[in-house]
């Protein structure tokens, strides 16, 4: 999983019905020094916390991300799965 | 997921049998500034939203991809999945 | 899906037995320009089309691609699923 | 698999049901000559051997990983999942 | 999946029991021209065809590797797969 913040919303009114209700959030994952960096790739991850704009999040990506959706055809393979509180990093 | 434009179209005739009647887009991603990017590697996705070149759109890769299509056999790792209205930034 | 270019074949007498009688081909996968390109890493593919060296394909990786294979245990992320005919990009 | 160091842990008390009780590194895979490296992106894992800060793991990443958890629906993409004793490069 | 070369072994002793046994590889992906390199990460790979320090072998990456493992719930995302014992490129 990643580190990311979150820093916007997409809206797409025609899409595969299985995202119909889903909330699309963009994210940024941070680098390695906790910092936002114009390098790294935004996402579009599906909203399972209710993530507000500019808050925290961990993100998983890839074919695992598709489990937190109840429908198990959802083509999804972003997602936001928790807000987080608190990171301590140390060496 | 990530967002992207649609800049072309790739025909292959001899191709998986499961590919057969999928219509196959290229697709760049955008950057962290949603900017077109020679950096960013083009994409061949399969359409399932009706995408028309030069709109943005949601794309997904990876395995999660592959659920779009009919055939659950099709070795297919990017699909474009929503057509985008709006994307809302800040910060 | 990625267009690639066949640049050659691999090899392997000893190997994992579910890759017993297929071709292994190198492909190069193109850049944005539609460019070789000596930062792309080559790959090693299945081939199910019959592409021959020097043609473009149609490149699937990831887990996705281990769907052509007929026994399902077989351990591959690389697979060469169609012979492009035409490439059209605007813009 | 990668050979990673443990330099941190994050806490996220608002998090996907399936994560409740696991313990959330931050790892830091090493470069190819074992050295950490800011280029590296850091990386959230769900740890299953008891590892401490500082010390060098393997950490598995991708849809593989979630087969650590116990609920087969947690939405995890990274995990460590040894704890290394030696290292040995020749060449 | 990739052309690497087999540069050193790993020892874990505390790691997930489906691991037991396992003979773990640090293989190094060859770039583009076939030659090492230091910006190619290294990767801790299954041994599954008894590869030797030196050898050049066929690693697979991603979910697909963990179909080398006896015990479906082995959370492996890297493979030697082959023995390489002739590469040939041509363009």
Chains 1, 2, 3, 4, 5 share one sequence.
Do not use: Y
């Amino acid at each position: 999983m990643q580190i990311a913040r979150v820093i916007g919303t997409v809206v797409a009114t025609r899409k595969n019905d299985t995202l119909i209700g889903s909330k699309l959030l963009i994210v940024k994952p941070l680098n390695s020094n906790l910092q936002e960096d114009d390098a790294k790739d935004i996402v579009v991850a599906v909203d399972t916390v209710g993530a507000g704009k500019g808050e925290l999040v961990l993100l998983v990506t890839g074919s695992a991300a598709g489990k937190v959706m109840a429908d198990s055809n959802a083509p999804v393979n972003a997602a936001v799965i928790g807000i987080i509180d608190d990171i301590e990093i140390s060496g």
